[in-house]
């Protein structure tokens, strides 16, 4: 009987790309077993995300989706709500993070254990390098729209992310999180990754003072933001008595700062002077 091992490349490869649309996290676990099959599965990888790039095609619209792998293993990240617990949630009026913002991080399924987080967290993580919506066509424009409420007014802030031409992969998704500048540290409130969506005039999110997602003089959405997404962050002062803890393992120097770049549309440069007699 021939095992795997016997297989040439071709048509290992053709089995790793069926096993990587059914189990990809198997898929991730197996480049363990074998310095060949690492190379394989690397190739394999490569294989599939130039793919989703090439096949798209103008005239078959089909939103993008978060990879479910990821929404189970990052599971609070793409919406700050999906980290509280189900009595939280029956308790809580509103789910705000209300300054705690590495909450969603601590309560993330592999940080219970040490040595499992370590294996998450390492710079040379396999998942890093991997595609938010891997087997679609990739995330290619990425806005961070931040929104502060305050009882002296309200405030927006923007970013937009510089990103690769083979489009956002979890590990700069992740890393523009534990950014400063793309939350409000401990005064943030919520975050949520909105896909389909792009900013499409920073004058009318000035005049506005909030992000609204589907407003269409706001943003554009359907075939025109397939490929794009927003991350929307809320904060404002912080209430209820929060303290945060002195040290949090997860508030770093993040990498991502660089890649956060001020608006690169058009901007009517209105200036109000007074007014006429």
Same mark, same amino acid.
């Given at each position: ?90 308790? #809580?009026?509103?789910?705000? =993070?209300?300054?705690?913002? +590495?909450?969603? /991080?601590?309560?993330?399924? !592999?940080?219970?254990? @040490? ?57 700069? #998704?992740?890393?523009?999180? =534990?950014?400063?500048?793309? +939350?409000?540290? /401990?005064?943030?409130?919520? !975050?949520?990754?909105? @896909? ?82």
């Amino acid at each position: 009987m021939t095992n795997l091992s016997n297989l040439p490349n071709e048509i290992l490869i053709a089995i790793l790309e069926i096993l990587a649309t059914v189990d990809l996290q198997t898929l991730i676990a197996s480049q363990l077993a074998s310095k060949r099959l690492h190379a394989l599965i690397q190739d394999t990888i490569y294989n599939i995300q130039n793919k989703s790039t090439a096949r798209y095609e103008d005239d078959d619209f089909k939103e993008m989706q978060i990879h479910p792998l990821w929404k189970t293993k990052f599971k609070g990240l793409f919406n700050t709500a999906d980290c509280f617990t189900a009595s939280e949630k029956m308790r #809580f009026a509103y789910l705000t =993070l209300n300054g705690d913002y +590495t909450l969603p /991080f601590r309560r993330l399924p !592999w940080t219970e254990s @040490l040595s499992q987080r370590a294996a998450y967290t390492r710079p040379e993580a396999s998942w890093r390098n991997l595609s938010l919506t891997f087997g679609q066509a990739p995330i290619t424009h990425l806005d961070v729209v931040k929104s502060y409420s305050a009882p002296e007014g309200d405030s927006v802030d923007y970013y937009q992310v510089d990103l690769e031409p083979s489009g956002l992969t979890m590990g700069l #998704f992740f890393d523009v999180l =534990l950014c400063d500048k793309a +939350t409000y540290g /401990f005064e943030t409130g919520s !975050w949520e990754l909105i @896909l389909g969506r792009r900013l499409r005039s920073y004058d009318i999110l000035s005049e506005y003072e909030c992000f609204i997602s589907d407003d269409r003089d706001l943003v554009d959405f359907g075939k025109e933001a397939r490929q794009a997404a927003v991350l929307y962050v809320r904060g404002g002062p912080v209430n209820r008595g929060f303290v945060p803890e002195s040290k949090d393992s997860w508030i770093v120097s993040s990498p991502a700062k660089q890649r956060l770049l001020p608006w690169q549309g058009p901007i009517q440069n209105f200036i109000f002077t007074g007014y006429y007699d």
